[in-house]
T-cell receptor
């Protein structure tokens, strides 16, 4: 597959539970981004990785949100003690140096 | 910090009519500007980008956008709308590596 993939495509969980969302970037892309898109809004920046390290995590809303990219490829966004307000589509994108960002199809998270 | 404002959350045009989607940006440095399209239940797809070369940028599917520094604008146009253009369109600005998106404009094309 040549594009960015995200799993699962849909995730339904209960308030207070822990969830993990996975992103597989385009092979060779060093930069990886996470965004959150709420209904009727544009994507909101969460965190940006350059290689294995988080270069900018200023968009993470609180300490319940955490993301890792241990080997500089696949990334996992982790949300603890989920709240109903966390319901959104979580988008992942990747890019190479100086290229535009290529987006995955997103994971739709619903917190009941 | 950079930001974008998209004027008009919904735009409706007739098939064959001009499409104009407005975007104004705020940036402290010369920005990179983008337009993305999002079809229902799909990811964002890049239409075009401005990276300080030509001010008139041509993209895919017949879309183009003009960077106007004096107006801090980057409006998206297409001379003749097609039914397949119905989608959500997002303007975005990037100063470093993070990208800030507008709220989006939903384009409806009437037969």
């Amino acid at each position: 597959g040549a594009g960015v993939s995200q799993t699962p495509s849909n995730k339904v969980t209960e308030k207070g539970k822990y969830v993990e969302l996975r992103c597989d970037p385009i092979s060779g892309h060093t930069a990886l981004y996470w965004y959150r898109q709420s209904l009727g809004q544009g994507p909101e920046f969460l965190i940006y990785f350059q290689g294995t390290g988080a270069a900018d995590d200023s968009g993470l809303p609180n300490d319940r949100f955490f993301a890792v990219r241990p080997e500089g490829s696949v990334s996992t966004l982790k949300i603890q003690r989920t709240e109903r307000g966390d319901s959104a589509v979580y988008l992942c994108a990747s890019s190479s140096v100086k290229s535009e960002q290529f987006f995955g199809p997103g994971t739709r998270l619903t917190v009941l | 910090a950079q930001s974008v404002t998209q004027l008009g959350s919904h735009v409706s045009v007739s098939e064959g009519a001009l499409v104009l989607l407005r975007c104004n940006y705020s940036s402290s440095v010369p920005p990179y500007l983008f337009w993305y399209v999002q079809y229902p239940n799909q990811g964002l797809q890049l239409l075009l980008k401005y990276t300080s070369a030509a001010t008139l940028v041509k993209g895919i599917n017949g879309f183009e956008a003009e960077f106007k520094k004096s107006e801090t604008s980057f409006h998206l146009t297409k001379p003749s709308a097609h039914m397949s253009d119905a989608a959500e369109y997002f303007c975005a600005v990037s100063e470093n590596n993070d990208m800030r998106f507008g709220a989006g404009t939903r384009l409806t094309v009437k037969p």
